[in-house]
């Protein structure tokens, strides 16, 4: 494997498309930078030429070159403003895309190991620090310029002159650096903090409705407070050096100043140097001191940025463990065999415990199988390791007798329906949420589906039909609707093989009958997957599985297992699978 480039390199690397317009905005800053020392060169010839000798005429022409000056001086500095914006932004936007297509690619296990608030947080608050820091190249190339030409002017005026006004730079530059190497380490800790507020965030907005139903607000609010508190102390450390470099350069620029005009008054006392001279020696001095202060802040920011870009790029280089082998074939036809065999699977983590225990299932295409068993059997976990959400720790999955981590990802997933107990709905049009299911379906296929789903009903009664925009800030649906979008989004999807994992079990009796009548439109000529608590459902199936603690207790058809008189029968029983037997099942 490769060494990861530093965070430094592989942010300059984003540049390189932007060649040309960086050229051009780079050279319009060095001509800022050019310009900006014009003005020291213009005060000298006032007092020299004009002045001492009273020279009204050359003091017409001095005044408009400095305005001409100053006009292309502004130009250059809009157009190297605007274009270094410009391409800072399109980075940010390509950064931006880059890590949604990444938290696109991510299995689901990265989000179970880590808070959404810090993943968003990449997007929200470190993008925005990188953007900041690569906009500043170009005033750190106006200022650095400016300083050269300074520089170049006041050693050519007198460069003993100009070698004594540099004595103090050592001291200070070694006090800057000090100052802002704490300060790129408080910077890595201000956005870890800020991070934690937008998790704290974004977690109560999630969990809203549990705070109200517990009470709990208080609580969640002193919860918060720490996280606040934390946040508000990093800040304050970050503005103690913010605050305090400013105050010590000035005192050792005022210190510098004093030494320069002592042996600049001298020198002219002397006959080496001329007053408009000296005049045009300070004010280079006073105008290289705005441009290397903000050099050494631009340098601390720049520093600040790089623990940004190095999380964005933790994020982006994040393994997809789950991902095609290159070169997969795709899987072009399936006839709906399914078959798990010798599947063990656990959740990793620091102590593995182990979820499911050498599972062996054959389904024909076609057929249906009920999974049944406690809560915590580990039936999701068996369903979810079909469409890859997680991979098997051992043993494999055959879909037609074709190894499903042998295939291209996307094209196994093509063949699969999902509903799951609660479905999202994105925001957007009923109709665009329908089409999740084949995207550029024809609007008389989504209408095709929501018939067969059951959903056309109340979707006639929404204010704007299909056209009605769902979603945080449109209207909501109820679970019964819900779930009957999430099988018209799965009709649409016409998938060889289906996953209903618990699908009605959040609904009332009524939705439940509606959604159920629909469930079975979708299941035929289906090889179905189904975990459910009514028996009604469970009955039916061609196969039985009874799941505890992860492995394969019980096989059968529902006459089989009640013969048996094993677990299944003591569930009925129990009424862990309620409802009666429907009379068709004997
Ligand atoms: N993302 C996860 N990380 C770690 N353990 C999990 C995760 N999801 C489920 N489990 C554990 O796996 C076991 C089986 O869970 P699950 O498949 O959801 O059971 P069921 O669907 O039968 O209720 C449970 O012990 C549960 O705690
Ligand atoms: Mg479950």
Same mark, same amino acid.
């Given at each position: 494997?490769?060494?990861?480039?530093?965070?430094?390199?592989?942010?300059?690397?984003?540049?390189?498309?932007?060649?040309?317009?960086?050229?051009?905005?780079?050279?319009? %800053?060095?001509?800022?930078?050019?310009?900006?020392?014009?003005?020291?060169?213009?005060?000298?010839?006032?007092?020299?030429?004009?002045?001492?000798?009273?020279?009204?005429?050359?003091?017409?022409?001095?005044?408009?070159?400095?305005?001409?000056? &100053?006009? /292309?001086?502004?130009?250059?500095?809009?157009?190297?403003?605007?274009?270094? !914006?410009?391409?800072?932004?399109?980075?940010?936007?390509?950064?931006?895309?880059?890590?949604?297509?990444?938290?696109? %690619?991510?299995?689901?296990?990265?989000?179970?190991?880590?808070?959404?608030?810090?993943?968003?947080?990449?997007? !929200?608050? #470190?993008?925005?620090?990188?953007?900041?820091?690569?906009?500043?190249?170009?005033?750190?190339?106006?200022?650095?310029?400016?300083?050269?030409?300074?520089?170049?002017?006041?050693?050519?005026?007198?460069?003993?002159?100009?070698?004594?006004?540099?004595?103090?730079?050592?001291?200070?530059?070694?006090?800057?650096?000090?100052?802002?190497?704490?300060?790129?380490?408080?910077?890595?800790?201000?956005?870890?903090?800020?991070?934690?507020?937008?998790?704290?965030?974004?977690?109560?907005?999630?969990?809203?409705?549990?705070?109200?139903?517990?009470?709990? =607000?208080?609580?969640?609010?002193?919860?918060?407070?720490?996280?606040?508190?934390?946040?508000?102390? %990093?800040?304050?450390?970050?503005?103690?050096?913010?605050?305090?470099?400013?105050?010590?350069?000035?005192?050792?620029?005022?210190?510098?100043?004093?030494?320069?005009?002592?042996?600049?008054?001298?020198?002219?006392?002397?006959?080496?140097?001329?007053?408009?001279?000296?005049?045009?020696?300070? %004010?280079?001095?006073?105008?290289?001191?705005?441009?290397?202060?903000?050099?050494?802040?631009?340098?601390?920011?720049?520093?600040?940025?790089?623990?940004?870009?190095?999380?964005?790029? #933790?994020?982006?280089?994040?393994?997809?463990?789950?991902? !095609?082998?290159?070169?997969?074939?795709?899987?072009?036809?399936?006839?709906?065999?399914?078959?798990?065999?010798?599947?063990?699977?656990?959740?990793?983590?620091?102590?593995?415990?182990?979820?499911?225990?050498?599972?062996?299932?054959?389904?024909?295409?076609?057929?249906?199988?009920?999974?049944?068993?406690?809560?915590?059997?580990?039936?999701?976990?068996?369903?979810?390791? /079909?469409?890859?959400?997680?991979?098997?720790?051992?043993?494999?999955?055959?879909?037609?007798?074709?190894?499903?981590?042998?295939?291209?990802?996307?094209?196994?997933?093509?063949?699969?329906?999902?509903?799951?107990?609660?479905?999202?709905?994105?925001?957007?049009?009923?109709?665009?949420?329908?089409?999740?299911?084949?995207?550029?379906? !024809?609007?008389?296929?989504?209408?095709?589906?929501?018939?067969?789903?059951?959903?056309?009903?109340?979707?006639?009664?929404?204010?704007?039909?299909?056209?009605?925009?769902?979603?945080?800030?449109?209207?909501?649906?109820?679970?019964?609707?819900?779930?009957?979008?999430?099988?018209?989004?799965?009709? /649409?999807? #016409?998938?060889?093989?289906?996953?209903?994992? =618990?699908?009605?079990?959040?609904?009332?009796?009524?939705?439940?009958?509606?959604?159920?009548?629909?469930?079975?439109?979708?299941?035929?000529?289906?090889?179905?997957?189904?975990?459910?608590?009514? /028996?009604?459902?469970?009955?039916?199936?061609?196969?039985?599985?009874?799941?505890?603690?992860?492995?394969?207790?019980?096989?059968?058809?529902?006459?089989?297992?009640?013969?048996?008189?094993?677990?299944? &029968?003591?569930?009925?029983?129990?009424?862990?699978?309620?409802?009666?037997?429907?009379?068709?099942?004997?």
């Amino acid at each position: 494997m490769n060494p990861r480039p530093d965070p430094f390199n592989r942010t300059l690397s984003y540049l390189h498309q932007h060649v040309g317009p960086l050229i051009v905005a780079f050279f319009s %800053a060095a001509l800022v930078g050019l310009f900006t020392t014009a003005d020291a060169k213009i005060l000298q010839i006032l007092i020299d030429d004009v002045l001492a000798p009273k020279n009204y005429g050359l003091l017409k022409i001095a005044l408009v070159i400095l305005l001409a000056v &100053h006009i /292309l001086r502004g130009l250059f500095l809009f157009t190297s403003r605007y274009l270094v !914006s410009r391409i800072g932004h399109r980075i940010s936007r390509q950064i931006r895309e880059e890590l949604f297509r990444k938290v696109e %690619a991510l299995p689901l296990s990265y989000f179970e190991k880590n808070r959404s608030g810090q993943i968003l947080a990449r997007m !929200s608050s #470190d993008v925005p620090v990188v953007q900041g820091a690569l906009m500043m190249t170009n005033t750190a190339l106006t200022h650095s310029l400016t300083v050269f030409f300074c520089l170049a002017l006041m050693c050519w005026l007198s460069w003993k002159l100009a070698l004594f006004s540099l004595i103090l730079l050592p001291v200070i530059s070694t006090v800057v650096r000090w100052l802002s190497r704490r300060l790129r380490r408080v910077g890595s800790l201000m956005q870890e903090r800020v991070g934690d507020l937008t998790a704290s965030f974004s977690e109560a907005i999630s969990g809203i409705r549990e705070i109200q139903a517990f009470g709990a =607000e208080e609580h969640q609010l002193n919860r918060f407070r720490q996280v606040n508190q934390a946040g508000y102390e %990093a800040f304050m450390k970050g503005t103690k050096y913010t605050s305090l470099t400013s105050p010590i350069v000035e005192l050792f620029y005022a210190s510098g100043m004093a030494l320069v005009i002592w042996a600049g008054a001298r020198t002219v006392i002397s006959g080496g140097l001329t007053v408009g001279q000296l005049v045009e020696f300070l %004010a280079c001095l006073g105008m290289m001191f705005h441009p290397l202060r903000s050099l050494t802040e631009i340098q601390a920011t720049v520093k600040q940025s790089l623990g940004a870009a190095e999380r964005i790029y #933790d994020l982006l280089d994040e393994p997809l463990c789950i991902e !095609s082998r290159p070169g997969a074939p795709a899987l072009v036809s399936v006839k709906g065999k399914v078959e798990y065999r010798g599947v063990s699977f656990d959740y990793g983590g620091e102590n593995p415990v182990s979820v499911l225990f050498d599972i062996d299932l054959c389904l024909l295409p076609g057929q249906v199988a009920a999974l049944v068993g406690k809560s915590g059997a580990g039936k999701t976990t068996l369903v979810n390791l /079909l469409p890859r959400f997680h991979d098997a720790t051992k043993g494999g999955i055959y879909i037609d007798e074709v190894d499903i981590r042998a295939v291209d990802l996307k094209s196994l997933r093509s063949f699969f329906g999902i509903v799951p107990q609660e479905t999202f709905l994105f925001s957007g049009t009923i109709e665009e949420n329908i089409a999740l299911g084949k995207p550029g379906a !024809s609007s008389e296929e989504i209408r095709c589906a929501a018939t067969d789903a059951n959903a056309m009903e109340f979707i006639a009664r929404l204010p704007e039909g299909f056209a009605t925009v769902l979603g945080e800030r449109g209207v909501n649906l109820s679970g019964g609707q819900r779930q009957r979008v999430a099988i018209a989004r799965a009709l /649409l999807k #016409d998938p060889k093989i289906l996953i209903l994992d =618990e699908a009605t079990s959040a609904l009332d009796t009524e939705s439940e009958a509606l959604v159920q009548d629909a469930l079975n439109r979708l299941m035929q000529n289906r090889t179905t997957l189904v975990i459910a608590h009514r /028996l009604s459902t469970v009955a039916k199936a061609d196969q039985i599985v009874v799941l505890e603690a992860g492995t394969i207790r019980e096989t059968g058809t529902h006459g089989d297992l009640i013969a048996l008189g094993g677990l299944y &029968h003591h569930l009925c029983k129990a009424q862990v699978l309620e409802a009666p037997i429907p009379s068709d099942v004997s």
